[in-house]
């Protein structure tokens, strides 16, 4: 037993120090396949291992070998080695191990077959639906993702009635990549009762960006779920057209701040004039800030003039932590009036604005200035640089909710990236 073991340590010096692809490491393979044949089941693994880390071609029959194996162990490890490969045989061998008895062994078929998932395998993978395991009828439904075609469609249709939340959830993202051929299948799942999956089917809905289905869309406007209230109006804002439009009127009714501000958006994004009177009295008069100022950036983005005085009024009356984004928005709007009016355009003034002293006029100014410097830094990725712009911002506003969100989001930024640099 001992020299088994002794020789494996051997080989996998061998293996691990020869150079992959130098002539003199081919005894070691060769040697390496001979121990397949070994009567020690550790051996026969150890070899696979090995030989799964050399990736030699001319060793993909002995491999393929083992997967008949009478212990499952070796059955599993020769899968697993053959998982480095693409080509005919090795797909053909993964799929035979597809029907092992052992689901460890089955899960390693499903996973490695999923970069040589084809038409021709197809109804193998489809029976794999049907596995008492979930984890592997799941590997079956990103295995089956990757197959294009009505079969595929009707393969992923049948996996969204699954059991299990999450393979459900699964199939209907998949589904979300074949464009307007899968919308038959999804649209039903808008009116699931499990909020995960109307999530999913709107999510995979805005993928598609199909027209046809705004009308379920807008009929999710009031689903008892907030967060597929916000993908909802998010889906109708990439669809866009009049019909989803007044859906995202109608969203600005809604309870959830969330809603109402995303609602705000894609009007503003769609240049809705219709919205633009509901906006003007959100910007006024809604409980919470940041709606309000997505309101204010709607009615800039619109750029109608007749929103002018509206704005105006608003800085005038408005709370100390609005006058930033309401003289941003002022400005637009004096900027697209000048645009639209050219031969007055020397003789636009500013609408009349509070008398605040000229320290506070100073400080307006500089707030703009640091918080778009810190906005720019932010979209170029350099998060330090523009938590420090909107902590200049908060040494002059202390309560300017948006720079306090803002710097939130550049430290997360910056957690995540000091995360991926751990090894």
């Known amino acids: 037993m001992k020299n088994h073991y ?16 130098f002539s003199d490491d081919r005894p070691a393979v060769s040697e390496l396949v001979k121990q397949l044949e070994s009567k020690k089941t550790s051996v026969r693994i150890e070899a696979l291992e090995l030989l799964k880390e050399h990736k030699r071609p001319e060793t ?21 080695a053959l998982s480095v490969f693409e080509d005919d045989q090795t797909r053909q061998a993964l799929t035979r191990a597809l029907k092992d008895d052992d689901d460890r062994v089955r899960y390693a078929a499903v996973t490695g077959i999923r970069p040589l998932a084809c038409q021709e395998i197809l109804s193998h993978l489809i029976g ?7 984890e592997i009828r799941m590997a079956a439904v990103r295995a089956i993702a990757r197959i294009k075609g009505r079969d595929a469609i009707n393969a992923l249709s049948q996996a969204t009635n699954d059991d299990e939340l999450e393979i459900r959830m699964a199939a209907l993202t998949s589904l979300g990549g074949y464009g307007s051929a899968a919308l038959p299948v999804i649209l039903p799942h808008g009116k699931d009762r499990h909020s995960y999956i109307r999530f999913t089917a709107v999510h995979s809905l805005r993928e598609i960006a199909d027209e046809s289905s705004v009308p379920l ?30 859906g995202l009127i109608q969203a600005l009714e809604d309870r959830d701040t969330v809603v109402r501000m995303s609602a705000c958006r894609m009007l503003g994004m769609h240049a809705c004039e219709a919205a633009l009177g509901r906006l003007i009295d959100m910007m006024q008069s809604d409980p919470e800030q940041a709606v309000r100022e997505s309101a204010a950036q709607a009615i800039a983005r619109i750029g109608h003039e007749d929103a002018l005085p509206a704005v105006t009024s608003a800085l005038h009356k408005s709370y100390q932590e609005d006058r930033l984004f309401l003289m941003n928005a002022m400005m637009e709007l004096v900027e697209k009036k000048a645009q639209h009016h050219p031969e007055t355009k020397e003789t636009v003034s500013k609408p009349i604005t509070p008398s605040p002293s000229v320290n506070e006029d100073e400080k307006i100014a500089r707030m703009k200035k640091h ?14 640089e523009a938590i420090t712009e909107w902590e200049k911002v908060l040494t002059l506003a202390p309560n300017h909710a948006q720079s306090k969100r803002m710097i939130q989001r550049a430290q997360n930024k910056l957690s995540q990236e000091a995360g991926h640099e751990q090894p």
């Not at 491999?63 to 194996?69: C, F, G, P, Q, V």
């Not at 918080?371 to 350099?382: D, E, P």
């Open 217 to 246: 869309l807008c009929g999710m406007i009031d689903d008892d779920d907030h967060s597929v209230r916000v993908a909802v109006v998010c889906a109708l804002g990439i669809l866009g057209g009049t019909r989803a439009d007044e």
């Open 128 to 134: 794999m639906l049907s596995d008492k395991h979930d």
């Open 60 to 80: 993909i029959p002995a491999i393929i070998a083992r997967i008949t194996d009478h212990k499952s162990s070796v059955r599993l490890a020769a899968v697993e």
């Open 6 to 21: 002794w020789f494996v340590f051997c080989m996998l010096c061998v293996v691990t120090v020869a150079p992959v692809g």
């Open 371 to 384: 918080y778009q410097q810190a906005a720019a830094l932010f979209k170029q990725g350099q998060y330090a």
